[in-house]
């Protein structure tokens, strides 16, 4: 499974990175506000800093919601850098903007994701991503990572190549549940990614170790 980070965050995503297991970048137009990123100048300097940053996918959001404007959009971002993946809502005009990337060879993250059906859509259309927002489920009193299984088995069964990008992380649990369904791909803040390395007994045992290495030393 992949680990993508999912902020604008540059010191965050410098840090994901030089643990060395980082594939990639999801932005989306919150993350890029919550780091005060204004105008489409600084929102294009803003992911080729990342693209720097990052030797992987670097997911970019269009905000126009028509066919035309999403392409015009899209074009602009993926001319940035070939790492950059363009993030295309699931609504009926983002998956002929989808379609009409795949027939261009402009490759997608299908974004806004709750359920199979919509799933099956990015896939036909040649989404390279699909994006579940499994955290936003949960929110709302249903199993998240259910959909994430239940999209697994769909692509394989009908042998779709779209990755599974297994988004809207809320904590370190949920990346390993995305791991056990099946996600290709997990794309986390900082904090779920550092709370993997976590256990009490890790702590504990060093602290022994070190503590006996002093007698020998
Ligand atoms: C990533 O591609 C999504 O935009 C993001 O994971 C949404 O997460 P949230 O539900 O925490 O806003």
């Not at 990175?17 to 980082?22: A, S, T, Y």
């Not at 794309?187 to 170790?209: M, N, Q, V, Y």
Request: hydrophobic share 45%; proline share 3%.
């Amino acid at each position: 499974m992949k680990f993508f980070i999912d902020t604008a965050d540059l010191e965050q995503i410098k840090e994901a990175n030089d643990l060395g297991i980082l594939d990639g970048v999801t932005t989306n137009p919150s993350l890029m506000a919550k780091v005060g990123i204004k105008g489409h100048k600084a929102v294009i300097k803003h992911y080729k800093t990342i693209c720097e940053i990052v030797d992987g996918d670097i997911s970019a959001e269009v905000v126009s919601t028509d066919f035309k404007g999403m392409v015009e959009e899209g074009k602009k971002l993926a001319a940035i850098h070939k790492n950059i993946v363009v993030k295309i809502p699931m609504i009926k005009d983002g998956v002929k903007a989808i379609k009409w990337f795949t027939d261009n060879g402009i490759r997608t993250n299908c974004t806004l994701v709750f359920s199979a059906g919509q799933a099956i859509l990015a896939a036909k259309a040649g989404a390279a991503y699909v994006s579940p927002f499994i955290g936003r489920i949960d929110d709302s009193g249903w199993e998240g990572i259910q959909l994430i299984s239940q999209i697994a088995e769909i692509y394989t069964i009908q042998g779709y190549d779209t990755e599974i990008l297994a988004a809207s992380i809320r904590n370190s649990n949920h990346i390993i549940q995305c791991a056990e369904a099946g996600a290709d791909v997990v794309t986390s803040p900082l904090e779920p990614i550092l709370g993997l390395l976590k256990h009490p007994l890790t702590d504990i045992g060093l602290a022994k170790f070190l503590e006996d290495a002093k007698k020998f030393a």
